[in-house]
């Protein structure tokens, strides 16, 4: 009877980790490229934003967009073993994200104003010109989009590093919302590439997001959301 019990208890655990604590994810599109590829495997910390924390300028982060950028998710299976097959593969990270699922940087959070772009075509934060060099795909621009929103509290303004090759915020800005995502429907950080093995490390917050000045947030006029 040890064996069962250890197996049991064992997946016990996965499960409680997996909804309360990290969750693998795969990456389905190249629209965060370079920083993550298609295919990688990320584990989302879901306790970074727990215990009072909340999203920060540069962290990467996996939200449901239900109803914001998706209005519904894709069909699972109906059969109760196929449910539990697609449950276990979702605790590995085998399984295929939810399409109501995104991952993206983000650029502002509430009360921040956010505009691209500068006289060198830089996205700016409360006036401050973001360095995107490190981490923007090579031989994007910031935007082609231009953009000036004032991000509503409690919300962000989020924005995919491959600029070219993402519907973020900017691409629903005219939709019921403006493309602003609200913190609670932040799944967790993406603090770690987990496979490929040659790729594995963490995902850090870009040092740009630390310059003086740009938690600076002063009232500013901007058309509305449409």
């Known amino acids: 009877m040890e064996l069962p019990l250890m197996l049991a208890f064992g997946l016990l655990v996965v499960v409680v980790l997996h909804s309360y604590v990290a969750q693998p994810f795969v990456i389905p599109s190249g629209s965060m490229e370079h920083t993550l590829e298609v295919g990688d495997r990320v584990l989302v910390n879901k306790l970074a934003y727990t215990f009072g924390d909340r999203p920060q300028r540069g962290d990467v982060v996996v939200f449901d967009g239900t109803g914001i950028f998706t209005e519904q998710g894709k069909g699972h299976s109906s059969n109760p073993f196929g449910k539990a097959f697609e449950g276990v593969g979702s605790m590995f990270g085998f ?123 002063e009232p500013a006029v901007v058309p509305g959301r449409g």
């Open 95 to 217: 399984g295929d994200s939810d399409e109501t699922d995104f991952v993206k940087r983000v650029i502002g959070v509430g009360g921040d104003h956010v505009i691209c772009c500068d006289a060198h075509g830089r996205v700016t934060v409360n006036g401050v010109p973001l360095d995107e060099s490190g981490y923007l795909y090579p031989g994007d621009v910031p935007s082609a989009m231009p953009f000036n929103v004032i991000v509503p509290k409690g919300e962000l303004w989020v924005m995919g590093d491959h600029r070219s090759n993402s519907a973020d915020s900017r691409e629903h800005i005219a939709a019921p919302g403006g493309g602003f995502v609200p913190e609670d429907r932040v799944i967790g950080r993406v603090d770690w590439i987990i496979w490929p093995f040659g790729r594995m490390g963490g995902v850090d917050r870009p040092s740009t997001f630390s310059q003086p000045g740009i938690g600076r947030q």
